[in-house]
T-cell receptor, first 113, second 115 residues
């Protein structure tokens, strides 16, 4: 069955700490990969995406993610988090055969100043 | 460009009633998808419409239905509401949708509470 697994349910960091959120997927075919972020009281926003090409993709606000095909992973990273990064982060996958996004359960990031 | 808009933002209904939610996609986007977000199940795909046709459907009962109009606006309907239907219902639009690598942009959602 198609699925997305996010390893961490809740991550707590201090400002300036480095961040890595894990995401693994089980999905057939050529995949498209996404990270969305949901800030408190706001709607889901696209953080970054991977369709093809360079497996290291850069997104908004200093976030980046690396697609490792052999590991079925698409981990999100940021070298130095800020208090404003406090949010819920969702990894999602689909492929060109369909639009339905399969989401992970989400990771809540809490950053203390 | 204006983003995806959804109305109403909040709804309170009682069991057995029906409800209709509305979504206006980003201008020029022809694909509209609907998702249900709950604390227990997370984000789950309901269905997708493109050019007034349902192209894809998730694993939800027939009480959940939708439609799309010629201007790409979409509505979803839930009949015979159950307590478990309480959720945030999200609409997402994309330019071309299925068959292309495309990005879905989400609206703010409609928070449905069933009492």
């Amino acid at each position: 069955a198609q699925s997305v697994s996010q390893h961490n349910h809740h991550v707590i960091l201090s400002e300036a700490a480095s961040l890595e959120l894990g995401c693994n997927y089980s999905y057939g075919g050529t995949v498209n990969l996404f990270w969305y972020v949901q800030y408190p009281g706001q709607h889901l926003q696209l953080l970054l995406k991977y369709f093809s090409g360079d497996p290291l993709v850069k997104g908004i606000k200093g976030f980046e993610a690396e697609f490792i095909k052999s590991k079925f992973s698409f981990n999100l990273r940021k070298p130095s988090v800020q208090w404003s990064d406090t949010a819920e982060y969702f990894c999602a996958v689909n492929n060109q055969a369909g639009t339905a996004l399969i989401f992970g359960k989400g990771t809540t990031l809490s950053v203390s100043s | 460009k204006a983003g995806v808009t959804q109305t109403p933002r909040y709804l309170i209904k009682t069991r057995g009633q029906q409800v209709t939610l509305s979504c206006s996609p980003i201008s020029g986007h022809r694909s509209v998808s609907w998702y249900q977000q709950t604390p227990g199940q997370g984000l789950q795909f309901l269905f997708e419409y493109f050019s007034e046709t349902q192209r894809n459907k998730g694993n939800f009962p027939g009480r959940f239905s939708g439609r799309q109009f010629s201007n790409s606006r979409s509505e979803m309907n839930v009949s015979t509401l159950e307590l478990g239907d309480s959720a945030l219902y999200l609409c997402a639009s994309s330019f071309r949708g299925q068959g292309y690598s495309d990005t879905q942009y989400f609206g703010p959602g409609t928070r449905l509470t069933v009492l």
